[in-house]
């Protein structure tokens, strides 16, 4: 879908932003870039869209080269979402999100029902459609700033640190959301972040940067615990092992019952429980705060399905 062969870019003599680097974006594919403050995560991202050219090597969108493509044409095939959001102040929220389609004469019925579709998949009510963005909070505006750069329906969606700039709480109800949109859509999209465990929650594959190259590259799994770059092993390290007891659940390291398919309470001898749905961090944190080796796990239902201790992260396939 998006290649990089050999690509070099400087902005000033002696100061390279991007070093020789090849990589390739699959179709499908949610890549999150990861890096110190001007590793080139930026730089790279702009190049994808044509925004910046690269002095040397050369970068393909689809198999065709950027430099063929028309940058029209170009920019109708790819979404791009900013932190700063850029929503038109004195356009409604419909107009907003339909803005992509209006460049492209699309007729008032298609742009009412695309906004109509678009803000009831980013998870706001289509009422919002005539407010104006100074009525938004900053996590609604980032809504509706992805409702847009999905408009016309583009193969590749682009986010620079799109979420950035909203709290903590509402962080991770976005990154939900953007997750859910992808596993919706299928999109392929590359995330720039520097946020460790943004990184791990969203990426089905993780690019770490540094100076302009690549150091590692890999899916979460491999970067967590098989890192084979000492910058990149540095850069995870501990924060990112946490990350990672913070998204993976406790079902895919429940203990089932010797024997047993649906069940039964008499056969754990505790009052402690965790679910299904929560990570392993929770698993961990009850057991150790209340000195036990073993707590009993229910799933949505309250179904009792077996039970979670430490042994049970052997299950984990690393």
């Given at each position: 879908?998006?290649?990089?062969?050999?690509?070099?870019?400087?902005?000033?003599a002696?100061?390279?932003?991007?070093?020789?680097?090849?990589?390739?974006?699959?179709?499908?594919?949610?890549?999150?870039?990861?890096?110190?403050?001007?590793?080139?995560?930026?730089?790279?991202?702009?190049?994808?869209?044509?925004?910046?050219?690269?002095?040397?090597?050369?970068?393909?969108?689809k198999?065709?080269?950027?430099?063929?493509?028309?940058?029209?044409?170009?920019?109708?095939?790819?979404?791009y979402?900013?932190?700063?959001?850029?929503?038109?102040?004195?356009?409604?929220?419909?107009?907003?999100?339909?803005?992509?389609?209006d460049?492209?004469?699309?007729?008032e019925?298609?742009k009412?029902q695309?906004?109509?579709?678009?803000?009831?998949?980013?998870?706001?009510?289509?009422?919002?459609?005539?407010?104006?963005?100074?009525?938004?909070?900053?996590?609604?505006?980032?809504r509706?700033?992805?409702?847009?750069?999905?408009a016309?329906?583009?193969?590749?969606?682009?986010?620079?640190?799109?979420?950035?700039?909203?709290?903590?709480?509402?962080?991770?109800?976005?990154?939900?959301?953007?997750?859910?949109?992808?596993?919706?859509?299928?999109?392929?999209?590359?995330?720039?972040?520097?946020?460790?465990?943004?990184?791990?929650?969203?990426?089905?594959?993780?690019?770490?940067?540094?100076?302009?190259?690549?150091m590692?590259?890999?899916?979460?799994?491999?970067?967590?615990?098989?890192?084979?770059?000492?910058?990149?092993?540095?850069?995870?390290?501990?924060?990112?092992?946490?990350?990672?007891?913070?998204?993976?659940?406790?079902?895919?390291?429940?203990?089932?019952?010797?024997?047993?398919?649906?069940?039964?309470?008499?056969?754990?001898?505790?009052?402690?429980?965790?679910?299904?749905?929560?990570?392993?961090?929770?698993?961990?944190?009850?057991?150790?705060?209340?000195?036990?080796?073993?707590?009993?796990?229910?799933?949505?239902?309250?179904?009792?399905?077996?039970?979670?201790?430490?042994?049970?992260?052997?299950?984990?396939?690393?």
């Open positions: 879908m998006i290649e990089f062969y050999d690509v070099s870019q400087q902005y000033e002696e100061k390279p932003i991007i070093r020789h680097l090849s990589l390739t974006v699959g179709k499908g594919e949610f890549v999150v870039l990861i890096g110190p403050s001007g590793c080139g995560k930026t730089t790279l991202l702009k190049m994808m869209n044509g925004l910046i050219q690269p002095d040397s090597g050369e970068i393909r969108i198999g065709k080269e950027l430099k063929a493509w028309d940058p029209i044409t170009l920019k109708r095939n790819i979404g979402v900013i932190q700063q959001v850029g929503l038109f102040p004195h356009l409604s929220i419909e107009k907003n999100i339909a803005y992509a389609l460049i492209q004469k699309a007729g019925t298609v009412k695309r906004a109509r579709e678009l803000i009831q998949l980013v998870g706001l009510t289509e009422d919002y459609l005539t407010k104006y963005p100074n009525e938004l909070s900053g996590g609604q505006k980032q509706v700033g992805i409702a847009r750069a999905l016309a329906d583009p193969e590749i969606i682009l986010m620079d640190e799109p979420l950035g700039a909203v709290d903590q709480i509402n962080r991770g109800v976005l990154q939900d959301e953007i997750i859910r949109i992808y596993q919706t859509l299928n999109k392929t999209i590359v995330f720039v972040t520097h946020d460790i465990e943004e990184a791990i929650k969203l990426g089905t594959k993780i690019v770490v940067m540094n100076q302009g190259e690549i590692e590259v890999g899916s979460r799994d491999a970067i967590v615990f098989h890192s084979k770059s000492h910058f990149a092993d540095d850069f995870i390290g501990n924060k990112g092992f946490l990350s990672y007891l913070n998204i993976v659940k406790i079902e895919q390291v429940v203990c089932p019952f010797n024997g047993s398919t649906n069940g039964n309470p008499a056969e754990i001898e505790t009052t402690l429980w965790a679910t299904t749905a929560d990570p392993l961090i929770v698993g961990i944190r009850i057991c150790l705060e209340n000195g036990v080796n073993q707590i009993g796990v229910r799933d949505a239902a309250g179904r009792v399905v077996g039970t979670f201790n430490l042994n049970c992260l052997s299950r984990l396939k690393f």
